[in-house]
Each structure stands twice: as structure tokens, then as C-alpha cells.
């Protein structure tokens, strides 16, 4: 394979991870879907502008930065996806919509792996390109086979995004937390910071092959 094949790989592969390549890139600030339009970081941000990539940091593609942070695939590998919901004080529904999918992209043996917008009932997504092939979970699963946030039951493992402004620029943080069965949490109260949470899609275990 020639050098510049390779290079263009390896580029390929980098894009994939920073979520500026392919059908559902990181969203710009003018390329928010009606689905973030409450989203507290967008309009965070929106107000602000203190730095070139303000346009990058929004709810969808800061989750991705939390996911790698967190390490949440290692801690949770059957997490398919992720789903925003709302805080107690926000009078808005996030469980139809947009939703952030799990993608495996591999090429020269590398595998690279992020979450990807896309909203429910529209064609399935597919980065894949000559020599680089990606790979989406949620999509080898029946609906009733996957396990959505539910206000009912203890859902650990969801991811709570933080983003400050600070004099001239940004600062992030992301935490695990959990809810508790029918309260949804308050959301942190801290001035010059906005937060978004996101709740894991997971697939049902599957159960055991019985003998006899």
C-alpha cells in the first residue's frame, strides 16, 4: 500500500474520532436540529462565543467527549446508545427525537469508536467508505430488545455534562450518576455553567439456552 493510501487511512480513522467526517458529523452551532433548541450548553455557548470552536461545543458532541473520558464503553460494553432527558425543572421530553448511536469504524487494523447523531425513524447511518468499514450495534437489535431510560426504576450509568464559561474560555466536566425510581434528579445550579444528561440505550441480556 502505498505511503499516501496510508496517510488518507490514518486521516479517515482521525476524523472518525474527533466526529468531523462522514454523514452525521459533529453538529455546527448553525446545524442544531430542533431536537437541542432547549439545550442549555447551545445556548450557553451561543451567548458567549469566547473561543474559535464554540460552534463544536454543544450537548450531542460533548457526550462523545464524556464517553472516552469516562470510559464508559469499558464499564458498560452493552450500551448501544444514549438518549437526553430532561432535569426535574425542564418541562421537556427528550425520549423521541434525536438519539446519539453507538459506531465502530475500523481500517488498517485500527478501531476507532464514537456516538453519532441520528433521529429515530430516518435511514440508518453508514460512514463506511473503501477500506474503512463501520459498524452500528443499535441497528442489529429489534426495539424490543433494547432497554430505554424509564422514570420507574434505578437506571445507573447516566452521563452528566458540564460546561463553565470562564473568562476566556471553556471548561468541561463529565460524571456518572444515578437516578432514583420516579424522581428525575435537579440539575446542578451553578453560575456561568449549563449540563445536559444522557441515559444509556442498552440491549436486554439474552437468556440462556435451556435443556431438557
Known sequence: MSQ?????????????????????????????????????IYNLVSSTQLTPDYGLLNSS???GKATRTLNADILQPDIVGYQKIPYSDENVSFKEGLIMIKESCQALGVVATKYVNWAKGSPKVN??????????????????DLHHYSEDV?????????????????????????????????????????YSLFAPIKRLPFPENMEG
Open 4 to 40: 499516501i493510501k496510508v496517510t488518507l487511512l490514518f486521516l479517515a480513522v482521525l476524523n472518525t474520532v474527533l466526529g468531523y467526517k462522514g454523514n452525521s458529523p459533529g453538529f455546527y452551532m448553525h446545524d442544531i436540529p430542533t431536537y437541542f433548541v432547549n439545550d442549555d
Open 154 to 194: 434505578v437506571t445507573s450509568f447516566l452521563i452528566q455534562v458540564e460546561l463553565c464559561a470562564k473568562e476566556s474560555t471553556y471548561t468541561t466536566n463529565f460524571f456518572f450518576v444515578s437516578s432514583k425510581p420516579g424522581r428525575l434528579l435537579s440539575k446542578p445550579l451553578n453560575e456561568g455553567c449549563a
Open 61 to 63: 458532541n460533548l457526550l
Open 127 to 144: 460512514n463506511s467508505q473503501p477500506g474503512y468499514r463501520c459498524e452500528y450495534p443499535i441497528f442489529t437489535y429489534a426495539e424490543k
